[in-house]
């Protein structure tokens, strides 16, 4: 596995000693499963229409990747809104 330079610095802190690991708090780990919960929980349910082309596609980009291709288009939509996916022309 290749590192980039940030992660072979932390190795090197962990491995020199310069850095302990520690276990969560009882508080941290209820924080971390409530935001877990709220990021999996889909509580809508939508229908949409798609060209046969790009339904084709999705399907066979989910199914290279493992995943059902509604778990893909949710994700898709999900990156959109959040920022991560922009256009090429931005």
């Not at 310069?18 to 708090?25: E, N, V, Y």
């Amino acid at each position: 596995m290749k590192l980039d330079r940030e992660e072979k610095e932390i190795l090197k802190a962990y491995e020199t000693g310069r850095l302990k690991s520690s276990k969560p708090s009882q508080k941290e780990l209820e924080a971390i499963k409530a935001a877990a919960d709220s990021t999996f929980k889909k509580d809508k349910r939508i229908t949409i229409r798609l060209y046969d082309h790009d339904f084709k596609g999705i399907q066979k980009k989910a199914l290279q990747m493992g995943i059902p291709y509604q778990t893909l288009i949710s994700g898709i939509i999900h990156r959109y809104i959040e920022g991560d996916l922009v256009s090429k022309d931005g």
